[in-house]
Every structure is written in structure tokens, then in C-alpha cells.
């Protein structure tokens, strides 16, 4: 292949990663309640979202959980933004003999006011908000994590999700995306909040990929 064809190649899909656009973003749940501090790095195409205010202390058979909503533009015609991995960042405490559960799920809507938007993310924190009635295009990845001694470390809960959007719409508008994350104690208390390493503490972050597909 000639250095033009691969420069050509290489602009063109950077053109087409381009066309996403972050336009505003919400976030709820008990370990971010609206009040609380919710940050990203402006950057649609890798896009990361600092959870400045996050630190979950779970008891026993409870869950927490923490919920981006996105309104996302710029689209194009005839395609489907793909959301991919999902990777939260951050400290985890595991007592001994602990164990947790990690939930990451995701799902659109057109609009916030469809019924879906706040269904599965503000119920009471126990785990009936497993059984609870899903949005029907939500996808949900789990990943467990237990210990027979005493953990505390950072980590990253990652989640390939593999879910589409439906086609952008003609004026670009692709949709409203929502991130939910959880907690779940299944043995022993669990924290999980900033990242520390030496004297130095980062923010629970959680970063998303995404590409795009015909449709």
C-alpha cells in the first residue's frame, strides 16, 4: 500500500470517529446523587468521566450503583454508534473472606422522558434491583471478585458491551445512552471509590469506547 492510500485511509476513519458528539450528559444513583461532582475530559471520541464525589461503602446483600446518562449528536445517516468496553476505575476494599459482585449495564432511549431512562437506577439499594423490569435493549455484563485475605487495591472493572444504537436519525441526533454501574456486597462489607497510590488519590473514572456500524 502507497504512504498516500494508508494517509488517505487513516483520515477517513478518523473523519468517521469524529462525527460523535457528546452534547450534555446527567448522572443519578446513590453513590452519585445529583448533588455531586461529575467531570469528563471534553473529549468525545474517548470520552472519560470522573466521578469526583464517588465512594461506596456496601453492607452485606446491599448494592450501590452510579448511572451517566448521555445525550449524544453529530451522527450519521444510516449508521450505529457502538458502545464497546466499559471501564470503571478505582479503589476496591474487599474484607477477608469477601467477595463482590460488579454490574455493568447500558441501554438507549430516544428520549428521557420514555419511561425507561429512570426505571432500573434509584430503586432501594438491595439486591431486588436484579429481579427489577429492565429497559428491553438493555445489555448487562457481570464480573465477580472475591478473596480469602483482606484486599485493598486499584482496579478496573471492565465490560465489553457490544450494544448498538438504533440508526441516527437525518438531522444526526443518535440518542440518549445510559451507563449504569454497581456494586454488589455479596460477602463481607465492600468500599469502592478513589484511586490512591502513595499520598496521591485519583477520582473513580470510568471510561467508554465506541465505533460505528452500518444498520
Not at 483520515?11 to 450534555?24: E, G, H, N, R, Y
Not at 461532582?37 to 461506596?56: C, I, K, Q, R
Not at 434509584?122 to 484486599?151: C, G, I, M, W, Y
Request: hydrophobic content about 35%.
Amino acid at each position: 500500500m502507497s504512504l498516500l492510500k494508508t494517509v488517505i485511509l487513516s483520515l477517513c476513519a478518523a473523519a468517521t470517529t469524529s462525527a460523535l458528539k457528546i452534547t450534555s450528559f446527567t448522572h443519578s444513583g446513590p453513590a452519585c446523587p445529583q448533588d455531586s461532582d461529575v467531570t469528563w475530559n471534553g473529549n468525545s471520541d474517548a470520552p472519560v468521566f470522573y466521578l469526583e464525589d464517588y465512594s461506596a461503602k456496601v453492607s452485606p446483600g446491599e448494592i450501590s450503583n452510579c448511572a451517566l446518562h448521555l445525550t449524544i449528536g453529530s451522527g450519521k445517516p444510516n449508521q450505529a454508534l457502538v458502545l464497546g468496553e466499559v471501564s470503571v476505575w478505582g479503589g476496591l476494599g474487599l474484607a477477608a473472606n469477601g467477595a463482590a459482585t460488579f454490574f455493568t449495564s447500558a441501554f438507549w432511549a430516544e428520549t428521557a422522558g420514555d419511561g425507561y431512562h429512570v426505571i432500573p437506577l434509584d430503586l432501594p439499594k438491595t439486591t431486588a434491583n436484579l429481579k427489577s423490569r429492565p429497559p428491553p435493549n438493555q445489555v448487562t455484563k457481570r464480573l465477580e471478585s472475591s478473596t480469602s485475605r483482606a484486599f485493598t487495591g486499584n482496579v478496573a472493572v471492565d465490560a465489553d458491551l457490544d450494544l448498538a444504537s438504533p440508526c441516527t436519525s437525518r438531522d444526526g441526533y443518535v440518542g440518549i445512552l445510559t451507563v449504569n454501574f454497581r456494586v454488589l456486597a455479596e460477602e463481607g462489607t465492600v468500599t469502592f471509590g478513589p484511586e490512591k497510590t502513595g499520598s496521591k488519590t485519583k477520582p473513580v473514572s470510568e471510561h467508554l469506547q465506541f465505533s460505528w456500524t452500518s444498520c
